[in-house]
């Protein structure tokens, strides 16, 4: 059976694409982040029971060596999440694409589309082709939130049934983005070029950690691309400025830029023609 480790599902947002859209979030990741703001989607539940007597409300339960989550009791205080040695959540669900559609569907008209997001929601690739069809097939627009490191191009199934592509650009340079992630950016930046020419990159992503990597110059660089290819009008930059909110303890001390740091990020990007920028 098609499955996927299903985080969560929002049913309504307005920041993850194009007008009003239900997002899943996706459990699993193949970057481990220093600025994570949603470690608990990285790895998987190994069922050791730690987050357990941190609930306070009696929502999670240790039964025959599994985890047992009731929603019921939860008032999503989050400890499970912070204390949590595996990246994970108590809270996942094994679901197949028709659940997660059924899911979907209770929100329609009020909304225009579906974006799946994770963690990386490319590391469930059959998952997504059976969602994204049926989403499809009742006209919802298709979107993924994604970090990159799937080969689009070298899958026109998935491709076919994918409106657009939120690409992070985590850092240009190569050796910051490994300082960052842990991986290579050249898949990425394959990526974010393949995607701009074929009209299937919606939006690019920075988030912006002065501390950790020459912002300014990822910012310069991804910009100067989509200009070259002549997409830097029709593409949206989203500048997301780093917050301690929800990363792990080990990286909190890293600072929030203030507004004229974005603002300047703001003025490199529309230097090379960039103009429709987002700063959240």
């Known amino acids: 059976m098609n499955t996927a ?9 307005s920041v993850d694409g194009p007008g009003n859209r239900t997002v899943v979030f996706l459990q699993g990741c193949n970057f481990n982040c220093r600025y994570c703001h949603n470690p608990e989607t ?24 599994k985890v047992l989550y009731n929603p019921e009791r939860c008032v999503n205080c989050d400890s499970c999440f912070h204390h949590c040695p595996h990246g994970s959540s108590p809270k996942t669900r094994s679901m197949t694409p028709e659940e997660v559609f059924a899911e979907v569907k209770k929100n329609i008209p009020f909304i225009r589309g579906i974006t799946v997001s994770g963690g990386e929601c490319t590391l469930w690739r059959d998952f ?25 191009i070298e899958d026109p199934e998935l491709l076919d049934v994918v409106d657009g592509v939120m690409l992070d650009v985590k850092a240009f340079d190569g050796v910051e983005h490994t300082k960052i992630t842990g991986k290579q950016n050249d898949l990425v930046l ?8 074929r ?38 930059y989203k500048l997301i400025r780093f917050r301690p909110i929800g990363v792990r303890e080990q990286y909190q001390n890293y600072q929030a830029p203030d507004d004229t740091f974005m603002e ?3 003025t490199v990007a529309r230097g090379h023609g960039i103009t429709d920028i987002v700063i959240i």
């Open 5 to 13: 480790i299903v985080n969560k599902i929002i049913r309504f947002s």
């Open 42 to 65: 990285i790895g998987a539940c190994k069922n050791c029971g730690t987050c357990v007597s941190y609930c306070k409300t009696g929502a999670l339960t240790m039964v025959e060596g």
């Open 128 to 152: 997504l082709v059976e969602l994204l069809r049926l989403a499809r097939q009742t006209n919802l627009s298709t979107m993924l939130d994604s970090n990159g490191t799937y080969d689009f």
């Open 190 to 197: 394959k990526n974010l070029r393949e995607l701009a020419k």
């Open 199 to 236: 009209d299937k990159l919606f939006e690019v992503r920075t988030v912006a950690v002065p501390e950790l990597f020459d912002v300014a110059q990822t910012v310069k660089q991804t910009s100067k691309i989509l200009q070259e290819l002549g997409k830097a009008g029709q593409v949206r």
């Open 264 to 266: 300047q990020l703001q």
